[in-house]
C-alpha cells in the first residue's frame, strides 16, 4: 500500500525548507514518521518548479496504512505541514492506492 501527500509551500523556499528540514526537532519528526508501525519505508521530497513538500510512504498492508491516522507519527506529519513556508492559498494533496510491485 502507498499513501503520497504534498503540501504547499512557497516555491522559491527550498532552501530554507531543506535547512529546516536538517534540524534536530524536524530531523525527530522526519525519524518518528519513518519508524510508524507498519511503515516500510518513507521519502521526503521538495518541488521547487510549484511549491510541494511531498511525503511517500510504503507501508506492509492495508490495516498499516488505515491505521496510520491515530498513531502519534500522523501528529509529527501536522507539524511538517505547518512550517513558516507554508503556501495557505493553497490545499494538501492526498493520495492512496496499490503498490505494483509487479511492474
Known amino acids: ?5 504534498q503540501f504547499p509551500m512557497d516555491k522559491t523556499k527550498m532552501p530554507e525548507v531543506r535547512a529546516s528540514l536538517a534540524e534536530p526537532e524536524q530531523t525527530q519528526l522526519v525519524q518518528e514518521l519513518r519508524s510508524a508501525p507498519g511503515v516500510q519505508s518513507m521519502e521526503v521530497s521538495f518541488c521547487p518548479g510549484q511549491g510541494w513538500l511531498a511525503l511517500r510512504y510504503t507501508f506492509n498492508d492495508l490495516e498499516a496504512m488505515k491505521g496510520f491516522g491515530s498513531t502519534p507519527a500522523s501528529k509529527a506529519e501536522e507539524a511538517l505541514a505547518a512550517l513558516p513556508w507554508k503556501d495557505a492559498s493553497r490545499e494538501a494533496h492526498e493520495f492512496k492506492g496499490f503498490y505494483l510491485w509487479e511492474v
Open 1 to 5: 500500500m502507498t499513501r503520497f501527500i
